[in-house]
């Protein structure tokens, strides 16, 4: 089946190009954070000439508890990322949580994310549609990969055909993911350009109480398992101190790790195209 070419500013996803790689910090702490990551992240890719989508969120609405670190929210929010693009030239993406944020994101976002939770949510799908913009969608923790044919379905009601469909991890008994990497092939079999989210993938959903767990060291592991399989773009969550980090720090990965493990995705996404499996 032809897989539609989705760009991104200036960034090609899918259709026999090399992976792209799609990372930041889970949420925006604050601007001189962002625009410090960016940077650093904008030099790593640069050194491996791999193309960069730069990720932060303006708002973390769907967190584990009331007091969870949530950002700055959407205008605010907006107004660093434009900023990061300005300075940078990077394409940017981030989370979008209801249809009435769509309008003003999509004049900054050169692709809207449609979080997990929240890809079932009919006006949500639609409305990110509607600004014409790619829209990158996270199959639900509780959902056959399948099941994303009428998320994609609902964004091509709007003439929309700039989609791109994350796998994430499915829940696996209580506090827990598991990858079933054949479910990127189910979903490109729709269409479009799949994306593997390696940080959010490794996360324990709830494990710590009013925080998510993670585990960080199977990033790498699943990130290679990846781009052997032929993912179209790799989603890794990283932070120049995770541990620190008020947001997902489990899960994300640090600067010095990205670049070691870029430097070995790198060759298998080589072997990858020069054998036509993807």
């Known amino acids: 089946m032809k897989v539609h070419q989705v760009k991104i500013g200036d960034v090609v996803v899918g259709a026999g190009s090399p992976f792209v790689l ?53 205008h605010a929010g907006l107004k660093i990322l434009a900023k990061v693009k300005k300075e940078f030239g990077l394409p940017i993406l981030s989370d979008v949580h209801n249809a009435v944020e769509a309008k003003a994101a999509g004049r900054v976002l050169d692709c809207l994310q449609i979080p997990a939770f929240l890809c079932r949510q009919t006006d949500l799908l639609v409305a990110a549609a509607r600004t014409g913009k790619p829209v990158n969608v996270k199959k639900g923790q509780f959902l056959s990969p399948w099941n994303m044919q009428e998320a994609v379905k609902k964004i091509e009601s709007q003439a929309n055909h700039r989609i791109l469909l994350t796998e994430r991890g499915s829940s696996f008994g209580y506090n827990n993911l598991v990858v079933d990497f054949r479910g990127l092939g189910v979903m490109r079999a729709l269409g479009y350009p799949v994306v593997f989210d390696a940080t959010h993938s490794v996360q324990l959903p709830g494990l710590l109480g009013n925080v998510s767990g993670g585990e960080r060291q199977h990033v790498a592991a699943l990130s290679r398992a990846a781009v052997a399989f032929g993912c179209d773009a790799l989603f890794l969550e990283c932070h120049e101190s995770p541990d620190k980090a008020p947001c997902d720090g489990p899960n994300m990965i640090s600067l010095g790790a990205l670049r070691d493990l870029l430097a070995i995705v790198q060759d298998i996404d080589s072997v990858v195209l020069k054998n036509r499996i993807r």
């Open 22 to 74: 799609i990372a930041g910090p889970c949420v925006i702490e604050t601007e001189k954070s962002v625009l410090a990551h960016a940077e650093k992240l904008k030099k790593i890719a640069e050194s491996f000439n791999i193309p960069l989508i730069f990720k932060s969120s303006y708002d973390k609405a769907n967190r584990t508890s009331l007091r969870s670190f949530r950002g700055p929210g959407l």
